[in-house]
């Protein structure tokens, strides 16, 4: 089975402090992904990734930023955390050069910015 | 306890009954579509999948059908068990030239009644 790893599940920041969140996959999936998850909003795209140093922007990449380095590991970064950046983030991976394979999600880190 | 189920229809199912839980999609042009169960403190779990050039797809104990003409899409889940209570949703995957996306429904709450 695929596993998709998230370091954290719960983090406190404070408003101002860079925050990063790290996943992990372990299928040799080219593609992988970050969401937001939010109560009558459903899952948002943040960014994703088809390669290793390759990032898209999704639908709402402001305040955000990533990092590929490494074909199983991409990064989460806010540069400077905010209050509206309180959410539910979950990191997804998946086989296809396309969109159009299932996606695989870790199981989530819940971000609270004070 | 997890946010996620909050503001989001409800079906009530007793246990043993058939659940028909359904989506109605907005693009014309989706050509693939994926059903997803997110229990609580857990991120989203693949279910089943079904692309456009097919109105049914069965898997274990669950069946996904697919009416284009209505943009509709319902996931059957047969002799319905307490663990499948969870929130549902489904996405839709559309590709209109360089610009692919995978669009995702705000969920339904399933609730099994012993």
């Known amino acids: 089975d695929v596993k998709v790893t998230q370091s954290s599940r719960y983090l406190v920041k404070r408003t101002g402090e860079k925050v990063f969140l790290e996943c992990v996959q372990d299928m040799d999936h080219e593609n992988m992904f970050w969401y937001r998850q939010d109560p009558g909003l459903g899952l948002r795209l943040i960014y994703f990734s088809y390669d290793v140093k390759m990032k898209e922007k999704g639908d709402i990449p402001e305040g955000y930023s990533v990092s590929r380095e490494k074909k199983e590991r991409f990064s989460l970064i806010l540069e400077s955390a905010s209050t509206n950046q309180t959410s539910m983030y979950l990191c997804?991976?998946?086989?296809?050069?396309?969109?159009?394979?299932?996606?695989?999600f870790g199981n989530g880190t819940r971000l609270t910015v004070t | 306890g997890e946010s996620v189920g909050l503001h989001l229809p409800t079906l009530s199912v007793q246990e043993g009954d058939n659940s028909i839980i359904n989506c109605a999609y907005s693009?014309?042009?989706?050509?693939?579509f994926i059903w997803y169960k997110q229990e609580s403190g857990k991120g989203p779990q693949f279910i089943i999948d079904?692309?456009?050039?097919?109105d049914k797809r069965q898997g274990q104990r669950v069946t996904v059908l697919l009416n284009k003409t209505v943009k509709h899409l319902s996931l059957q889940i047969a002799a319905t068990q307490p663990g499948d209570s969870a929130v549902y949703f489904c996405?839709?995957?559309?590709?209109?030239?360089?610009?692919?996306?995978?669009?995702f429904g705000k969920g339904i709450t399933l609730s099994v009644r012993p």
């Open positions: 996405a839709e995957f559309s590709s209109t030239g360089a610009n692919s996306k995978l669009t």
């Open positions: 997804a991976s998946s086989l296809s050069g396309e969109m159009n394979s299932p996606l695989h």
């Open positions: 079904i692309r456009s050039n097919m």
């Open positions: 693009n014309s042009a989706s050509d693939y």
